[in-house]
């Protein structure tokens, strides 16, 4: 049948769905020229995880596109809709801290990971290598600068006030700090000079007061940030932000490494190994689509490989995406090429070994339980305390790695203290919006306990016409994992500790447990905030949720001034409030 298809194929733009024997999904791809590219699949020797793509290959269809960068876009819009198993390899779910000056009322520096990339942000710097790098910055300048640094607004002013660290935002309305502001946008902008400098000064103001202590603190800061300095030196000095991607590529993994240089510094890099299923160029292409696509904001210039599109890349990225052949653009280019060699030497030997493993526990464990072919795995587990606060958690392995984007939270809508109970509620809501949405099925489930678990399970996926296999994982005395229940046959396997199939398990138990107990942790510390709440008269559910929303903890409740409390509570309601937490 694929044949006959293959002969229809037009030599056209377009997007190509792969599927399995299941009718599922399994890869989106796009091409220049559909013909050609869907040939390649079946014509050629192929070795890695193409491999394993093409030998589960059981069908496939194509959209024919008016252009390549049509076929770009509607690729990256099946993926989002599909979630290929195969195009999850190529997915990096870290995102780089940045650092974001607020200057709306009162200056402060925080830290962030999570921002909007579609939002104007005139006042985020980054990205930074690591949340070290950007703490510590921002830990040097707000002793540097008399910033904001409490949190909420209190009634009088703070320790930082009185050694000079703040310029008390709490009692003093009409400070005009523009030229601190100023000075600091130029550190975040890379003027090293003026960092320095205020240190300098800094050190003399201590050492002339006898604080040799904080003196001292201050020349290992100066130390340490003139050896990060004298790292970020690069050999350009146009003062532009860019990034600069580049790859290597051997034995059917790419290992791909990108430059953030800002402000013609190079702040620091990002490395990855993935297995290459795709054309080199293609996969580069959509990996750095994706890299803006939500976590990472563009700079001015983006510097790439001379085999890709950039033309394509161009019309998608906010960004002047270019290739460059000679120069000093060139030099850092091939540097981070370099840098991309080094890294598959590094870790290719820990690379191989970790599919290899994973994909052996995987093929030995479906084999165990009469599965030709396991790919995802969901594992369910319950928390509770006392019956209150009753939550579970689910995780995703794809080919026994970890799929955080999967992963999912559900909040037990009656408080129970019945595990079996909970695990129908959470597998009915789970698995009814699959089939609603249409999403991916696993093709097998986990979940924590024996046979009244395990039948709880099969009564949900019976009452919604499903086939998914289920399995239960039972546990000797020392709380280590000792048998594996079939769920169709109920007959318990003996786990050997050395076997990857151990591993495997045991990974996935103590991720899910880890998952469900901190999502608990979390739904009690709110609980906690919900019953001091519901002991003030005045607060009823609305501004309950209010208040929880706005300040997040009782900390930051008992921190809070009146006048932001009012913007939420009527005055009397917040001296209430106020008093009750200060007898608490």
Same mark, same amino acid.
């Given at each position: 049948?694929?044949?006959?298809?293959?002969?229809?194929?037009?030599?056209?733009?377009?997007?190509?769905?792969?599927?399995?024997?299941?009718?599922?999904?399994?890869?989106?791809?796009?091409?220049?020229?559909?013909?050609?590219?869907?040939?390649?699949?079946?014509?050629?020797?192929?070795?890695?995880?193409?491999?394993?793509?093409?030998?589960?290959?059981?069908?496939?269809?194509?959209?024919?596109?008016?252009?390549?960068?049509?076929?770009?876009?509607?690729?990256?819009?099946?993926?989002?809709?599909?979630?290929?198993?195969?195009?999850?390899?190529?997915?990096?779910?870290?995102?780089?801290?940045?650092?974001?000056?607020?200057?709306?009322?009162?200056?402060?520096?925080?830290?962030?990971?999570?921002?909007?990339?579609?939002?104007?942000?005139?006042?985020?710097?980054?990205?930074?290598?690591?949340?070290?790098?950007?703490?510590?910055?921002?830990?040097?300048?707000?002793?540097?600068?008399?910033?904001?640094?409490?949190?909420?607004?209190?009634?009088?002013?703070?320790?930082?006030?009185?050694?000079?660290?703040?310029?008390?935002?709490?009692?003093?309305?009409?400070?005009?700090?523009?030229?601190?502001?100023?000075?600091?946008?130029?550190?975040?902008?890379?003027?090293?000079?003026?960092?320095?400098?205020?240190?300098?000064?800094?050190?003399?103001?201590?050492?002339?007061?006898?604080?040799?202590?904080?003196?001292?603190?201050?020349?290992?800061?100066?130390?340490?940030?003139?050896?990060?300095?004298?790292?970020?030196?690069?050999?350009?000095?146009?003062?532009?932000?860019?990034?600069?991607?580049?790859?290597?590529?051997?034995?059917?993994?790419?290992?791909?490494?990108?430059?953030?240089?800002?402000?013609?510094?190079?702040?620091?890099?990002?490395?990855?190994?993935?297995?290459?299923?795709?054309?080199?160029?293609?996969?580069?292409?959509?990996?750095?689509?994706?890299?803006?696509?939500?976590?990472?904001?563009?700079?001015?210039?983006?510097?790439?490989?001379?085999?890709?599109?950039?033309?394509?890349?161009?019309?998608?990225?906010?960004?002047?995406?270019?290739?460059?052949?000679?120069?000093?653009?060139?030099?850092?280019?091939?540097?981070?090429?370099?840098?991309?060699?080094?890294?598959?030497?590094?870790?290719?030997?820990?690379?191989?070994?970790?599919?290899?493993?994973?994909?052996?526990?995987?093929?030995?464990?479906?084999?165990?339980?009469?599965?030709?072919?396991?790919? #995802?795995?969901?594992?369910?587990?319950?928390?509770?305390?006392?019956?209150?606060?009753?939550?579970?958690?689910?995780?995703?392995?794809?080919?026994?790695?970890?799929?955080?984007?999967?992963?999912?939270?559900?909040?037990? $809508?009656?408080?129970?203290?019945?595990?079996?109970? $909970?695990?129908?509620?959470?597998?009915?809501?789970?698995?009814?919006?699959?089939?609603?949405?249409?999403?991916?099925?696993?093709?097998?489930?986990? #979940?924590?306990?024996?046979?009244?678990?395990?039948?709880?399970?099969? @009564?949900?996926?019976?009452?919604?016409?499903?086939?998914?296999?289920?399995?239960?994982?039972?546990?000797?005395?020392?709380?280590?994992? $000792? @048998?594996?229940?079939?769920?169709?046959?109920?007959?318990?396997?003996?786990?050997?500790?050395?076997?990857?199939?151990?591993?495997?398990?045991?990974?996935?138990?103590?991720?899910?447990?880890?998952?469900?107990?901190?999502?608990?942790?979390?739904?009690?510390?709110?609980?906690?905030?919900?019953?001091?709440?519901?002991?003030?008269?005045?607060?009823?559910?609305?501004?309950?949720?209010?208040?929880?929303?706005?300040?997040?903890?009782?900390?930051?409740?008992?921190?809070?001034?009146?006048?932001?409390?009012?913007?939420?509570?009527?005055?009397?309601?917040?001296?209430?409030?106020?008093?009750?937490?200060?007898?608490?």
């Amino acid at each position: 049948m694929i044949k006959e298809k293959l002969s229809l194929v037009p030599m056209l733009p377009g997007c190509y769905l792969m599927k399995n024997d299941k009718g599922v999904i399994i890869y989106v791809g796009k091409a220049k020229k559909l013909k050609n590219r869907l040939n390649s699949y079946f014509n050629r020797t192929h070795t890695g995880k193409t491999k394993m793509l093409v030998s589960e290959i059981a069908d496939f269809d194509y959209i024919v596109t008016s252009s390549e960068l049509e076929a770009f876009i509607l690729e990256i819009n099946l993926i989002k809709k599909y979630d290929p198993h195969y195009n999850i390899l190529l997915r990096d779910d870290k995102s780089y801290p940045y650092i974001e000056f607020k200057i709306d009322k009162y200056p402060s520096l925080v830290v962030k990971r999570e921002i909007n990339v579609n939002k104007k942000n005139k006042n985020l710097y980054g990205p930074y290598p690591n949340s070290y790098a950007a703490r510590r910055l921002v830990n040097l300048i707000n002793r540097l600068y008399p910033l904001k640094k409490c949190e909420g607004l209190p009634k009088k002013e703070c320790l930082y006030y009185h050694i000079g660290e703040c310029l008390g935002y709490c009692i003093h309305r009409n400070l005009n700090p523009t030229e601190m502001i100023e000075e600091i946008k130029d550190i975040l902008n890379g003027h090293d000079e003026i960092l320095i400098n205020k240190i300098n000064e800094k050190i003399n103001i201590n050492a002339e007061n006898l604080n040799y202590e904080v003196a001292l603190e201050l020349k290992q800061e100066l130390d340490y940030i003139k050896v990060v300095f004298e790292k970020q030196k690069v050999e350009l000095n146009d003062g532009v932000n860019r990034d600069i991607f580049n790859y290597y590529v051997e034995d059917g993994y790419i290992s791909i490494v990108v430059f953030f240089i800002r402000n013609g510094k190079l702040l620091g890099d990002k490395k990855n190994i993935f297995p290459l299923v795709d054309e080199v160029n293609e996969t580069l292409e959509y990996y750095i689509v994706n890299f803006y696509s939500k976590k990472n904001i563009p700079p001015k210039e983006v510097i790439v490989p001379g085999n890709l599109d950039v033309n394509l890349l161009n019309s998608i990225i906010d960004a002047k995406v270019i290739s460059i052949s000679r120069g000093k653009k060139k030099h850092l280019f091939d540097l981070a090429g370099t840098n991309a060699k080094i890294n598959f030497d590094n870790n290719k030997k820990m690379a191989y070994k970790d599919n290899e493993r994973n994909f052996e526990a995987c093929k030995e464990l479906g084999k165990l339980v009469g599965l030709d072919n396991l790919t #995802v795995i969901e594992s369910f587990d319950n928390a509770h305390l006392f019956g209150t606060f009753t939550v579970s958690g689910m995780v995703t392995f794809i080919d026994g790695e970890p799929s955080k984007k999967d992963y999912r939270k559900f909040k037990i $809508s009656a408080e129970q203290n019945n595990d079996a109970a $909970s695990m129908k509620e959470i597998l009915y809501r789970r698995y009814q919006k699959a089939l609603m949405n249409k999403t991916r099925i696993p093709d097998m489930i986990l #979940v924590d306990g024996g046979i009244i678990q395990i039948n709880a399970c099969k @009564e949900v996926l019976s009452s919604l016409c499903l086939n998914i296999k289920v399995c239960g994982l039972a546990k000797d005395d020392k709380h280590s994992l $000792s @048998e594996l229940i079939d769920g169709d046959t109920l007959v318990a396997y003996k786990i050997d500790k050395r076997s990857n199939v151990f591993y495997l398990l045991t990974r996935i138990s103590d991720e899910v447990h880890r998952f469900t107990i901190n999502y608990h942790r979390q739904i009690r510390s709110k609980g906690n905030i919900q019953s001091v709440l519901d002991n003030i008269e005045g607060i009823g559910a609305v501004r309950r949720k209010e208040l929880i929303k706005k300040f997040g903890s009782l900390k930051n409740i008992k921190e809070a001034s009146l006048e932001e409390l009012n913007e939420i509570l009527p005055e009397n309601v917040s001296n209430k409030l106020i008093d009750y937490l200060k007898n608490m």
